[in-house]
């Protein structure tokens, strides 16, 4: 359900507001490129500073930008239960093709209170659900058997795999099998891991460049793995641009240098460093993203 291509999108802002325009303008270049599908709010989206009305206006917007040309995976997770329950509930009102839910953060519940927690929002919710664990944000690791525990769960059907370890990623896929599709959440991590079993990739990356990392993905999948370590090779350099300074300062600055939208973020994001920025610029260069 959820394989394949899928951007991470970044939120555009203007003068401190959701700037929809150029959001409707994001969704339409990653419909032209052929891409899977969008995350609205997710951790690149700076969904941590939207207010609920804010996330709910995003997320129907990029579903009426979307227009049935690619999927929405909305992203509705808190560290509330309640609260996620709430945002999933909208989601699926407005017609999104699913829900990323990263693991409740800051409370640190126990591997059993993140069962209770993912189940409750499935059972309450009634649309697909991706769990997404990033242990550098969230403080707890999800483990290889309560990935397995959650996937037998009706509703939930893919993880987000951002804890950076292949023995995990193969141990959750040997324990969930067929149940839970595995999507990696780093950028660099795609083609190992799809090379292990994933299903493909939440990416930061194809905000710049989808196309090509779409081209990764599809060829990791088709098993041309020549082509795809080429591709691999290719991104790496700006695959680890982004990762210069936190997400999404990094590709935040590289959407304006781009001219996709303005580099503007919320606090406490604060403007990439000088030095970081031109360290950027140099690499975005050598794939001609620079505008003008």
């Not at 150029?22 to 599908?37: F, K, M, S, W, Y």
Request: a negative charge; glycine letters at 8%.
């Amino acid at each position: 359900m959820f394989e394949g291509t899928w951007t991470a999108l970044v939120t555009p802002f203007s003068d401190g507001e959701i700037n929809a325009e150029a959001l409707a303008r994001l969704v339409d270049l990653q419909a032209e490129a052929g891409i899977d599908g969008v995350v609205p709010c997710g951790s690149t989206g700076e969904s941590a500073t939207l207010s609920h009305d804010e996330h709910e206006r995003v997320i129907s917007a990029v579903i009426e930008a979307a227009d049935g040309r690619l999927k929405v995976l909305a992203g509705t997770g808190s560290n509330s239960t309640a609260e996620s329950v709430k945002l999933t509930r909208f989601a699926r009102s407005a017609g999104a093709d699913g829900a990323l839910l990263i693991s409740p953060y800051y409370n640190k519940p126990t591997q059993a209170g993140h069962v209770v927690h993912y189940r409750e929002v499935a059972e309450a919710a009634d649309l697909p659900l991706v769990v997404y664990n990033i242990p550098g944000r969230t403080g707890v690791n999800l483990l290889p058997e309560t990935l397995a525990e959650l996937a037998a769960i009706p509703g939930i059907v893919a993880l987000k795999d951002a804890a950076g370890s292949m023995d995990q990623a193969m141990r959750t896929m040997q324990l969930a099998g067929d149940d839970l599709t595995v999507l990696s959440g780093d950028d660099s991590l795609t083609l190992p891991l799809m090379a292990l079993g994933a299903g493909g990739v939440i990416a930061v990356v194809s905000n710049l460049l989808p196309a090509r990392m779409k081209a990764l993905v599809d060829a990791a999948a088709a098993g041309q793995m020549e082509n795809a370590r080429n591709i691999h090779r290719e991104l790496l350099p700006l695959m680890q641009a982004m990762s210069l300074e936190t997400n999404p300062i990094p590709v935040k600055t590289a959407m304006q240098l781009a001219g996709r939208c303005s580099a503007e973020m919320r606090l406490p994001l604060t403007p990439m460093t000088t030095e970081n920025s031109s360290a950027l610029e140099a690499v975005m260069r050598g794939y001609d993203l620079l505008q003008g």
